[in-house]
């Protein structure tokens, strides 16, 4: 068990410029969640995977975001033309089935828009 | 609907002396509540969790929390701080129903001194 992993750590992109993120859940966890964090808030909610089905998205989530989960292995987050606003730390949660079960997030991309 | 409110945004203690941590949560069902803490350029890790099982839950690193369901509140305790306890916690409430999406407490920045 590696735990849950994000690449890249870090992205620098210009206003107007796509990128996509990936996230590697933890094997056996058919759940997996995006989630938003800038500096000085907590982590908000983004969207839901329930193996490869999206099962709920934040009004956060705009036309611009989408995500996916092939095959409910890893997932990708795209952000279309993207807005200074989009600067945040992007996490990935991966958790296995239960209501009380543990969370376990990966360490995050840090997207920087210019 | 649910919600955290995390009461105090930053806390200073010194080193040896205790931490309380408030969390107040809002909630139609029976939670499931977590803490988690955050270092510094590290992922989001689990303290501890409480699921009915005992009002009273122990954590990693000393820190311990007791649900108290007529205060609706789950505040965070340590006998002793260590300059190593220096980091941001959140607490975290699952929704019963959503997909038990995690919704977040806008964070508690503790400091520790010498």
């Known amino acids: 068990d590696t735990g849950v992993s994000q690449d890249p750590r870090h992205k620098i992109t210009k206003r107007g410029q796509n990128v996509t993120f990936r996230c590697d859940p933890i094997?056996?966890?058919?759940?997996l969640y995006w989630y938003r964090q800038t500096l000085g808030q907590g982590p908000e909610f983004l969207t839901y995977f329930q193996n490869e089905a999206q099962l709920e998205k934040s009004r956060l989530l705009s036309d611009r975001f989408s995500a996916e989960r092939p095959k409910g292995s890893f997932s990708t987050l795209e952000i279309q033309r993207t807005e200074q606003g989009d600067s945040a730390m992007y996490l990935c949660a991966s958790r296995a089935q239960g209501v009380n079960t543990e969370a376990f997030f990966g360490q995050g991309t840090r997207l920087t828009v210019v | 609907a649910q919600s955290v409110t995390q009461l105090d945004s930053h806390v200073s203690v010194s080193e040896g002396t205790p931490v309380l941590l408030r969390c107040n949560y809002s909630?139609?069902?029976?939670?499931?509540l977590f803490w988690y803490v955050q270092h510094p350029n590290k992922g989001l890790q689990l303290l501890l969790k409480y699921t009915s099982a005992a009002t009273l839950v122990k954590g990693i690193n000393g820190f311990e929390a007791e649900f108290k369901k007529s205060e609706t509140s789950f505040h965070l305790t340590k006998p002793s701080a260590h300059m190593s306890d220096a980091a941001e916690y959140f607490c975290?409430?699952?929704?019963?129903?959503?997909?038990?999406?995690?919704?977040f407490g806008a964070g508690t920045r503790l400091a520790v001194h010498p």
């Open positions: 909630s139609s069902y029976s939670p499931s």
């Open positions: 094997s056996e966890h058919n759940r």
């Open positions: 975290v409430v699952s929704l019963s129903g959503g997909y038990n999406k995690l919704i």
